[in-house]
């Protein structure tokens, strides 16, 4: 019987423990959890959502704060096309971030960043550009582009000395993302360097729509593959989204993907960004506490607890402060439906939203508490202690149950 140590993710010459532990914002998976995988062997993933609030949490920096000041005149105002982020500063805080990271690594993996394309930051094309320049500066091994791939990203950093260098890869959920995304980079001459396909029962935001449960990873992986071999192309393809155990990750491997993206089993981590007592109510979650809906404000389906104190919160937009998801025109659907509440409740007080929700805010806040579809099956990942808590996991028992465990077998903590 196969473990996943018995497979290798190659990057050219190079070979990798094919466990790429996915990115997950707003610093959920955290420099130090990135880290633990690279020093295994495999692939971590830092994000850059939200990264001037991470700099300054990280590095006592006072970015969101000065931002605040700047616009305070605009708070009570509707319109937030003023709203803008400073680029030199939104590269500080990205080489702060990416560059701290860095220096920190140990081992023969990878770290990559997750960037999330539809943080669009009032300015999506030079805002994406100057974090994907900003993360290359500060030497980044990769990055991953996700939710909202824009088909012109690569062009964005075709002109940066490391655009070859680097390992560039996207997230698809079908066939026809991918061969979108090669059609309108032909004229760059550089495919990416690895492909993450990204099925219906992951955690974060979804390639889906409503009906993602009639979707299925195995089937959209089998046409991926295909297609990548049909037309000679030398593209590793990743499997990613309910992919709990090491034998579930053996069966993609067994069957042409290059490596796993995993997230969920390491949101129990000791190094995962969310608070201790958020990590207890992921353990404690049943299958029907986990929903999809449409509160985020991308537009895309979302999963989450849905005891998340974000759903129905009717807070004040924040923009003036944050407003990554502003859309180049000071929109965002948030605002519409704040708006349109205030309109009713015109006191401002108990306003309460159930449609859409301060995507930007409820992260930073750890108060959207977004979770893969098998979020359920943590509590089974550990032992409970004698107050009847459950014991957190260090990311290298996780990473070693997937890379070694046998017939769907979690090992226990000792
Ligand atoms: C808490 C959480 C937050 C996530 N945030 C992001 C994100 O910011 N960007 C992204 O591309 N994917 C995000 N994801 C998706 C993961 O990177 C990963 O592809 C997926 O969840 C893998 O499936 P699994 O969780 O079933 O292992 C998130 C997943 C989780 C569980």
């Known amino acids: 019987m196969k473990r996943v140590d018995d497979f290798r993710l190659k990057f050219g010459q190079k070979e990798y423990v094919p466990i790429m532990i996915g990115g997950m914002g707003v610093d959920i998976s955290t420099a130090e959890l990135a880290l633990e995988a690279a020093r295994l062997g495999g692939i971590g993933?830092?994000?850059?959502?939200?990264?001037?609030?991470?700099?300054?949490?990280?590095?006592?920096?006072?970015?969101?704060?000065?931002?605040?000041?700047q616009y305070k005149h605009n708070i009570l105002n509707a319109d937030k096309s003023e709203v803008k982020f400073d680029l030199?500063?939104?590269?500080e805080a990205t080489r702060r971030h990416v560059g701290a990271t860095m220096e920190a690594k140990k081992g023969d993996g990878l770290v990559f960043v997750?960037?999330?394309?539809?943080?669009?930051?009032?300015?999506?094309?030079?805002t994406l550009q100057v974090r994907m320049a900003s993360a290359l500066d500060a030497g980044i091994d990769g990055i991953t582009l996700s939710a909202g791939l824009h088909l012109g990203s690569f062009g964005l950093?075709?002109?940066?000395?490391?655009?070859?260098d680097a390992k560039l890869g996207i997230i698809v959920s079908s066939v026809r993302a991918l061969q979108l995304f090669l059609r309108k980079n032909a004229r760059l001459n550089r495919l990416p360097d690895f492909v993450v396909v990204e099925g219906p029962?992951?955690?974060?935001?979804?390639?889906?729509?409503?009906?993602?449960?009639?979707?299925?990873?195995?089937?959209?992986?089998?046409?991926?593959?295909?297609y990548v071999a049909d037309e000679q192309l030398n593209i590793p393809v990743?499997?990613?989204?309910?992919?709990?155990?090491?034998?579930d990750a053996v069966s993609f491997l067994e069957t042409g993907s290059a490596a796993v993206q995993v997230a969920t089993r390491?949101?129990?981590?000791?190094?995962?960004?969310?608070?201790t007592a958020v990590k207890q109510d992921y353990f404690r979650a049943n299958e029907d506490d986990i929903v999809v809906n449409t509160i985020s404000p991308t537009g895309y389906p979302m999963r989450m607890l849905k005891g998340s104190p974000a759903i129905g919160d009717g807070i004040r937009p924040n923009c003036e402060s944050y407003g990554y998801l502003l859309d180049g025109n000071g929109n965002c659907a948030y605002i519409t439906a704040y708006n349109r509440e205030l309109a009713l409740h015109p006191d401002g007080k108990n306003i309460s939203v159930q449609d859409k929700t301060c995507l930007c805010t409820q992260m930073r806040n750890f108060k959207l508490w977004t979770c893969g579809h098998y979020t359920y099956r943590l509590k089974d990942t550990t032992r409970r202690n004698d107050d009847g808590t459950y014991?957190?996991?260090?990311?290298?028992?996780?990473?070693?149950?997937y890379q070694f465990s046998v017939d769907h077998q979690v090992a226990l903590p000792v």
């Open 266 to 275: 390491f949101t129990v981590a000791d190094e995962c960004g969310l608070p």
């Open 157 to 164: 950093i075709a002109d940066h000395p490391r655009f070859r």
């Open 45 to 69: 993933h830092i994000s850059d959502a939200m990264v001037n609030d991470v700099s300054d949490r990280r590095f006592d920096t006072s970015f969101v704060k000065d931002k605040t000041k």
């Open 201 to 226: 029962l992951a955690g974060g935001h979804l390639g889906f729509g409503l009906d993602w449960a009639q979707y299925d990873l195995a089937t959209i992986i089998a046409e991926v593959i295909k």
């Open 238 to 247: 990743i499997a990613a989204g309910g992919i709990f155990t090491g034998t």
């Open 114 to 126: 997750n960037c999330m394309e539809k943080l669009t930051m009032n300015g999506p094309r030079e």
């Open 391 to 401: 014991q957190t996991l260090s990311a290298e028992h996780i990473f070693k149950d």
């Open 88 to 91: 030199d500063i939104l590269a």
